[in-house]
């Protein structure tokens, strides 16, 4: 089964005997000696992900396009970057036709946009229900409140009048939820306390860990895009804008908290990351080297991890999962009526 790979250290990525590999200098050998070699091979890669400083050439380029290899590009302080995309292996003249019309329909698009939001808050309220159980009284109610807020914002979700106005309730919802962190173990004292949401640049620990845990889900969605006919540019909750796939910032809603505040949780709480895995950098603090490695490590498994679904019957990967919300998604654009998307929703 295809994986995908993550590059946590720089070097210079080349083709070589029909496959890939990772070349890199070792520090402690000769000026002379020959680089190190990771071998990399290319059947079994889903996407690259470059979290160091990579070099390549047109011959790889070519490689990574014949196999449909999604390279993800990232700076050195975990910022997403950029995407090599290679050519649409699957296209639909029609389905892009459908994605255009419901966009450019405000009804259509504001059902959308709801149910991206619906399915987002539905798994924010799932997610701090499960940590409920194990907290004491005080921050129970705490948890109670905030999963009240989700709720009523998700009720006044079906009476939103425009696309402006539902992603103002999911942004306020969000704030809720995250203010609501600091009653979980290991985060509401010490350096991980939330107090704000801050982007660019993140400001304290906790922020730079949700934005650097969204920029690779935000990938990892992309990735799943691409296997299909969509057109990653025409989104509903998210405007279409210019140099970015907003389709992927719309699913990447459903999934963040499941995916990414879940690994969040997990690392503070078993102490795999400290405020020693972070660095300032100018206005910002980012996660140094080795808390990107911990992090895309538990990342990983985490996506590895499966569950059953009801629907099908049988047990699935996480990652799996943002492939059948894509499709998902085109089955309600070729039928709204037939198939209403609806996101996928954490049960239990």
Not at 32 to 46: F, G, T, Y
Not at 57 to 70: E, I, T
Not at 299 to 319: A, H, K, N
């Amino acid at each position: 089964m295809k994986q995908p790979y993550y590059l946590t250290v720089g070097g210079r990525l080349r083709r070589r005997r029909r496959s890939l590999v990772l070349e890199r200098a070792d520090p402690d050998a000769p000026e002379d000696a020959p680089p190190k070699r990771l071998p990399i091979p290319i059947e079994q890669v889903d996407a690259l992900y470059a979290l160091g400083e990579v070099d390549l050439n047109s011959k790889l380029v070519g490689l990574l396009a014949r196999h449909g290899v999604l390279l993800h590009f990232f700076d050195y302080y975990g910022n997403y970057t950029a995407t090599l995309y290679p050519r649409a292996g699957q296209l639909s003249g029609r389905l892009h036709v459908l994605q255009a019309a419901h966009y450019l329909r405000p009804k259509r698009r504001l059902c959308l946009a709801r149910a991206f939001a619906r399915a987002a808050l539905f798994n924010m309220r799932r997610v701090l229900r499960y940590y409920r159980r194990r907290l004491p009284e005080d921050a129970r109610r705490r948890l109670d409140e905030a999963c009240r807020l989700l709720g009523d914002q998700r009720d006044r979700l079906a009476h939103a009048s425009d696309v402006d106005e539902v992603f103002g309730l999911e942004g306020a919802a969000r704030n809720a939820y995250y203010r609501a962190w600091n009653a979980l173990p290991g985060i509401g004292e010490g350096p991980f306390a939330f107090t704000r949401r801050s982007r660019r640049p993140p400001r304290d620990p906790l922020n730079a860990l949700i934005s650097f845990g969204n920029t690779l889900c935000y990938a990892a969605v992309l990735q799943k895009i691409y296997h299909t006919a969509l057109d990653p540019t025409i989104a509903y909750l998210h405007e279409p804008g210019d140099r970015r796939f907003s389709l992927a910032l719309d699913l990447s809603e459903i999934f963040k908290p499941l995916l990414v505040d879940r690994t969040i949780f997990s690392l503070i709480r078993t102490g795999r990351l400290t405020e020693k895995h972070f660095e300032p950098h100018e206005d910002g603090v980012y996660l140094n080297e080795t808390g990107r490695r911990r992090f895309v490590e538990h990342w990983d498994r985490r996506l590895r991890q499966t569950l059953f679904l009801e629907e099908s019957g049988r047990r699935v990967r996480y990652d799996e999962l943002l492939l059948l919300a894509c499709h998902e998604l085109i089955r309600h654009l070729n039928d709204p009526e037939a198939h209403p998307f609806t996101g996928f929703r954490l049960k239990g």
